[in-house]
């Protein structure tokens, strides 16, 4: 059934009310992956479906819902607005530290240099002033 | 989203409501998938079918996916559907309900003893069969039926 031929609308009906077994639901899912015909078949067979949910008891939302919602909406966008923050800062302090600390190494030789340079030419006019 | 919230959240806290018996966890359910909706807004594509039909269908699988305490088991981004019913207006959508309620009643009572606990109670078609005593192709052709009929019938 599953690599050539078509699923069977009985499989494909329980398919779109997961109610076949996990391997069952593999198999189905393989052949889908491949068959448009099918997809299209279950996309027309969930929409049936959707409206077996229309039939239940309507009932309103409990008291306080819409604004837990909202609530939730609000603080998950406040904490992503300042992750954002913390990485565009982050970034800020990554890039000069990455490039100034070849930099202040490249100094600190350059200083040592001169300094080792300056010592050098000391100590020579020390010899020269020893030696005559 | 909080129009959204205002024209679907209804439909979809019914549905779990009607899958989970417990206020509590229906709400968990609809806050998720409206969140989730906020916070992944492409998982619906626009032209695929209606937003209330979708979110029906999502309101119904992870109600039964909570009902029989597994794994989602599948992402929102997987459910395409193909459905032109208009459920945003509300007095269209009341009219549909008395008429989906009417067809599913009108169903051969064999047909709705395998569809009922099929969408409400997640029950396997092997389940079924162990809980009614009927063959296993039977029930499966009842459910089968029983989906072809609703088309037809809205069809109609």
Not at chain 1, 63 to 87: E, Y
Not at chain 2, 30 to 41: A, E, N, R, T, Y
Not at chain 2, 120 to 133: P, R, V
Request: contains cysteine; proline residues 4%.
């Amino acid at each position: 059934m599953i690599e050539n031929e078509h699923i069977p609308q009985e499989d494909l009906a329980l398919y779109a009310l997961q109610a076949l077994s996990e391997e069952e639901s593999e198999a189905v899912q393989l052949h889908l992956d491949q068959c448009a015909s099918c997809r299209g078949e279950l996309a027309r067979l969930l929409g049936n479906t959707a409206v077996i949910g229309l039939s239940v008891q309507q009932h309103p939302v409990p008291l306080g819902a819409r604004q837990r919602l909202l609530n939730r909406i609000a603080a998950d966008a406040m904490a992503t607005k300042q992750r954002v923050k913390q990485d565009a800062r982050g970034q800020v302090f990554d890039f000069p530290r990455s490039t100034w600390i070849p930099w202040a190494t490249a100094a600190v030789f350059a200083i040592v240099a001169i300094a080792l340079g300056v010592e050098n030419s000391l100590l020579n006019k020390e010899l020269r002033d020893e030696s005559s | 989203m909080a129009d959204v919230f205002d024209r679907y959240g209804g439909v979809v806290y019914s549905v779990a409501l009607r899958v989970l018996k417990d206020k509590e966890q229906a709400e968990d359910v609809m806050q998720d998938i409206f969140f989730q909706l906020w916070s992944k807004p492409d998982a619906f594509v626009q032209g695929r079918g209606s937003l209330g039909a979708w979110l029906l269908v999502i309101a119904r699988n992870r109600a039964i996916d909570r009902f029989r305490r597994r794994r989602a088991t599948e992402s929102p981004d997987d459910v395409v559907l193909l459905s032109h019913t208009n459920l945003a207006d509300e007095s269209e959508r009341n009219i549909l309900m008395e008429k989906v309620r009417v067809i599913l009643e009108n169903l051969p009572p064999e047909q709705q003893k395998s569809l009922q606990p099929a969408y409400f109670e997640g029950l396997s078609h092997s389940e079924i069969s162990m809980q009614t005593g009927e063959p296993l192709g039977t029930v499966k052709t009842r459910i089968r039926l029983a989906l072809i009929g609703l088309r037809k019938a809205l069809a109609a």
